[in-house]
């Protein structure tokens, strides 16, 4: 069963040994915090949507935009090659962060989403067709649904699906069941973003290498709560993005496997993606320029680097038990509460706590919750497949983050105890 | 903002007491509404006395705010014709999208959702059974979304 299953990364509950978060100073770092929502402290439980960004990244990103902008991989002039310096360091900075081989395999892209998209168009849609499968998980976010049913309907090759527990696990015998000589891809989530259940990616990497098929990991949720460490791992693709790693929006990437991206045709043609350009012919450009046509976010990037600087100099493993401590408080608090049903108790979870409370519709809880300071994301969290599943419209989700505090978690039970009195 | 604004206590009653909740055996229109962004559902069933609606009821599920504007339309609309009720919706939709509109008194117990137009992520919750209720008149049986 998943839940005996103990994920090589590093999003369990981290070691005891870690050094414990000087709250107090990051709070300091991101001046939003300081922010009154409807006259009240905002205690901001919504990083799982998009983390806050520190002052570094935000300093970072301004540096970059007054001393050294310029278009990347043109110029022969100084702010050009200070600019490409910029952003080829980026890429350094995350394949660093990854530990990835080589500079070659990190693609910059828009976020999560167009990574994911970039490996359905230049690599599923290119290879698969009738009698060949994409097997998924039943905890996916749409961004891993949709284009591999985009995928589908163009080559005729099927979609299946892994089912999870009511606890949010992976059924792990169905998945190997699933998994089979059809099966050509595997895409699954690190870490749900709707229950905060982390995979057994690792032994799932394995199983699919071993029916020979190729694994796309994403990591949206996991990258800012877990150290990822991609040699280990083996994921053929890995996708995250920027904005909930303390990043600016807009910024993400695609690792890919050298041998894999090199096979792929180009995604988007354009500037940049290309070496020589006629009317007859164009020869296109080396990895990893060859996946990124256009002006690339240059800034964003500046600001990834800065934020991966920023996580590393407070150290994932710190984070992650600061995270760790604030779930298990949050989760024992809301579990007093009578009226709260948690939604997502996996054994193995990551920094978010979904919950509905009996008799008050999600929305309505959000706003009332808002009225007090407390941000939370309500709805079906992008995952409409999960709610049906559990038989619920939408949920209430609390998520943690390097800035949260144990104070943060008391406002949230007091902010629930009052919308109970309002509805009740 | 002052939640009394949104949450008045109209608007709570209504939610935990919904008039006009269950369905009609064999309606004259029928009609089922979708939020797909909050995961709304309703479905709005009249009984038809010529042009006049003679009986109407709602079921489903939805956020306060939806279950509420259900549950007072019903109340407002029954015994009304459809030209009333299509005045009686562009009144309504003027009050929950104007934010700086006087309220219109006139709309009775209907004017507790006043407090919607301060809040834009939740016109829609208020204007759901409005639709479907449009929809039940105009088509017999049909669906409609909010997006």
């Known amino acids: 069963m998943a839940a005996n299953i103990s994920p090589v990364s590093r999003a369990d509950p981290a070691p005891a040994q870690a050094p414990r978060l000087d709250v107090a100073r990051v709070r300091g770092d991101f001046p939003i915090l300081g922010t009154l929502v409807n006259g009240q402290p905002l205690v901001y439980l919504d990083s799982a949507a998009s983390a806050q960004e520190p002052r570094q990244v935000l300093r970072a990103v301004e540096t970059y935009a007054t001393e050294s902008h310029a278009n990347v991989h043109r110029g022969v002039h100084a702010l050009s090659q200070a600019a490409t310096a910029a952003f080829e360091g980026a890429r350094e900075r995350v394949r660093r962060f990854l530990n990835a081989r080589a500079v070659r395999e990190i693609v910059f892209t828009r976020g999560t989403t167009e990574a994911i998209n970039l490996v359905a168009q230049a690599y599923a849609r290119e290879r698969l067709g009738p009698g060949e499968e994409i097997l998924i998980t039943a905890l996916e976010h749409h961004a891993n649904i949709v284009p591999w049913q985009m995928v589908r309907d163009r080559t005729g090759c099927a979609l299946k699906v892994a089912p999870m527990n009511r606890r949010g696990e992976l059924l792990w015998d169905e998945f190997l069941k699933l998994l089979g000589p059809r099966t050509r891809l595997v895409a699954v989530a690190h870490v749900s973003n709707a229950l905060g259940t982390v995979l057994p990616v690792k032994q799932m990497v394995d199983a699919a290498h071993a029916a020979g098929a190729v694994v796309l990991v994403d990591g949206a949720q996991a990258v800012p709560h877990t150290r990822v460490d991609l040699q280990a791992l083996g994921a053929d693709f890995y996708a995250f993005s920027g904005h909930k790693l303390y990043a600016p929006t807009g910024i993400g990437v695609l690792y890919g496997r050298e041998e894999l991206l090199g096979a792929m045709p180009p995604w988007q043609g354009g500037g940049d993606m290309i070496l020589s350009v006629s009317f007859e012919k164009t020869t296109y450009n080396e990895l990893p320029y060859k996946f990124e046509a256009g002006t690339p976010n240059i800034s964003g990037a ?9 996580v590393e ?3 994932l493993e710190a984070i992650a038990a600061h995270e760790q401590r604030l779930l298990a408080l949050a989760t024992a608090a809301l579990e007093r509460l009578p009226y709260i049903e948690l939604v997502g108790t996996a054994a193995h979870k990551a920094a978010v706590l979904s919950f509905t409370m009996t008799g008050v519709h999600a929305h309505d809880l959000g706003t009332v919750l808002d009225a007090q300071g ?14 049906t599943f559990l038989g619920i419209p939408a949920t209430a989700r609390a998520s943690f983050a390097c800035y949260n505090t144990e ?16 509805f009740l | 903002m002052d939640l009394k604004d949104l949450y008045r206590d109209v608007i709570l009653d209504h939610n935990r007491q919904p008039r006009n909740f269950g369905r009609i055996e064999s309606p004259d229109g029928r009609a089922e509404g979708h939020n797909p962004l909050c995961g709304d559902r309703l479905s709005v069933c009249v009984r038809m006395d010529g042009e006049r609606v003679a009986d109407i009821r709602f079921e489903g599920h939805g956020c306060a705010i939806s279950t509420a504007s259900a549950s007072l339309m019903t109340e407002a609309v029954k015994g009304k014709d459809r030209a009333a009720i299509a005045a009686l919706f562009a009144r309504v939709h003027a009050l929950l999208t104007q934010p700086q509109a006087a309220v219109d008194a006139g709309l009775g117990k209907l004017a ?20 479907t209720l449009n929809a039940a008149l105009a088509h017999g049986t049909a669906t409609v979304s909010t997006e």
Do not use: Q
């Not at chain 1, 007091?414 to 309002?422: D, F, G, K, P, W």
């Open chain 1, 407 to 422: 104070d943060d978690v008391a406002r949230l039970v007091a902010a629930l105890t009052r919308a109970r009195e309002v």
């Open chain 1, 302 to 310: 500046v600001g990834l680097a800065a934020a991966m600087d920023y």
């Open chain 1, 313 to 315: 100099g407070l150290g």
């Open chain 1, 374 to 387: 407390v941000a939370v994301r309500t709805g079906h969290h992008c995952a409409m497949p999960v709610m």
């Open chain 2, 112 to 131: 507790a959702l006043s407090g919607v137009r301060e809040f834009p992520a939740r016109v829609k919750c208020a204007s759901l059974c409005w639709h």
